[in-house]
């Protein structure tokens, strides 16, 4: 999911997701969900990764074998 990185926004989205987990009975593994954070200060940050718990991830990574990453990829000659 993505979102506007401030806290109560944040508080909002995770609320949501509570909410379907409980509904669905489907629960995130939170050593194994790391968030990504980019374009906020330091103290955002860190109050972001309080509120919800998680671990932050970096870039790039890889999901299912791709290789995610914030650059554009380009196609080689």
Avoid: H, W
């Avoid at 401030?6 to 509570?18: N, P, Q, T």
């Avoid at 009975?25 to 990764?49: E, F, W």
Wanted: aromatic share 12%.
């Amino acid at each position: 999911m993505y979102c506007r990185a401030d806290i109560v926004f944040i508080k909002l989205m995770y609320d949501a997701f509570m909410k379907f987990s409980k509904a669905s009975r489907l629960q995130a593994n939170i050593d194994k969900s790391p968030i990504y954070i980019a374009g906020v200060s330091d103290q955002t940050n860190q109050d972001i990764v309080e509120a919800l718990g998680f671990s932050v991830g970096t870039l790039p990574f890889r999901y299912l074998g791709v290789p995610l990453s914030s650059k554009k990829l380009t196609v080689a000659a």
